[in-house]
């Protein structure tokens, strides 16, 4: 271990985080010699860490997750200076900050030297007031970026960087699957997930009205399962929403009854790695992907080419994995835990 204080912080309330916060803090755990964490409580109450690992807990009150981002940043800006106030920064050696929202940490900036994931913040350096603020954070602090195209605005606008991995959930294991799943997926020979619910619109309505694409569904049994934040008619019985909150035990079974998880993201997904990526691999599923810049790591993490750019080409990729056996991810978890080492020593 490297004899390091390091003092470990999330200070935005977000449950689509939780995974991430296990997985950094694990690593941490594993290549520093102390680490405490700065957690909201309601996270820390799900997580497995005792309260000594603990610097401080983040009460429920300055909890909000919410569609109004001014309301949000209000919280976030009340949470810092929560902190400023009760966290001695000086007795740590490294501080790392799990997410950051750029008005909010540039108006309370906590210390200086910080270390500060960034998960969708890099597309904003050329955009107005996010812009400014982040070039004013860059000055006395440093960012972590996920691989090489997530480091690319830092490379042409200067500031100091590290490449550290995202890293993988655990495996996920699940008695009695059959009992959680929310659908019934008997009927189907192949089941297809797209778990986000914030998918490219206009690629899914192009799937939806393609009528060769309905009859290659129908044609093979195969089940494609959509998820939406609004409230969407099935287009068939090979094409169906889930529009309802999906608990994550009814995820958890969803994802690991899926013969293939499918990603097509939005355009403007730019600058940024998926979760399900990798919980694909730490899952050893299956992946299909349409055509992303951002994306396409994940070449390098399956024996076949997942990324396609139209139906048809969907269409041939989804007839490889149903007739070639030996389709499948390369990597593990293991090849994917981050790795803190060379920020540790700096």
């Not at 994550?248 to 998880?261: E, G, R, V, W």
């Amino acid at each position: 271990m490297i004899p390091t204080k390091v003092l470990y912080i999330n200070y935005i309330y977000q449950k689509g985080h939780l995974n991430f916060d296990r997985i950094h803090i694990d690593a941490l755990i594993k290549q520093a010699d102390d680490v405490k964490i700065v957690l909201h409580q309601k996270i820390a109450e799900q997580l497995p860490y005792p309260r000594e690992r603990y610097a401080l807990i983040i009460p429920s009150w300055l909890d909000h997750d919410s569609p109004n981002g001014f309301i949000n940043r209000l919280f976030y800006l009340a949470t810092l200076l929560y902190l400023k106030i009760r966290l001695p920064f000086n007795d740590y050696n490294k501080v790392i900050l799990s997410s950051m929202e750029e008005i909010s940490l540039g108006l309370i900036s906590l210390c200086r030297n910080k270390h500060i994931v960034c998960h969708d913040n890099a597309r904003n350096w050329g955009r107005g007031i996010k812009g400014f603020f982040l070039r004013l954070i860059a000055r006395k602090n440093s960012f972590i970026v996920f691989n090489s195209n997530m480091a690319e605005p830092f490379r042409k606008n200067g500031p100091c960087y590290h490449i550290i991995s995202h890293g993988c959930v655990h495996p996920y294991t699940l008695d009695n699957i059959d009992e959680f799943l929310p659908i019934d997926l008997s009927h189907y020979d192949t089941v297809i997930l797209h778990p986000s619910n914030r998918p490219n619109e206009q690629f899914i309505n192009t799937l939806k009205e393609s009528a060769s694409f309905q009859e290659f569904l129908a044609t093979n049994n195969i089940l494609l399962i959509l998820r939406s934040l609004k409230p969407q008619e099935n287009i068939s019985n090979n094409i169906i929403y889930i529009n309802h909150y999906l608990t994550f035990l009814h995820y958890k079974a969803l994802f690991l009854k899926s013969d293939i998880i499918l990603m097509a993201y939005p355009d403007d997904f730019t600058y940024r790695v998926s979760g399900v990526s990798f919980e694909c691999v730490a899952n050893n599923k299956l992946l299909l992907i349409k055509k992303n810049a951002a994306l396409s790591y994940c070449r390098n993490y399956y024996n076949y080419d997942p990324i396609f750019s139209d139906i048809a080409q969907l269409q041939e990729r989804i007839a490889y994995l149903k007739n070639n056996n030996n389709a499948r991810c390369i990597v593990n978890s293991t090849d994917l835990t981050p790795d803190y080492t060379q920020l540790l020593l700096s």
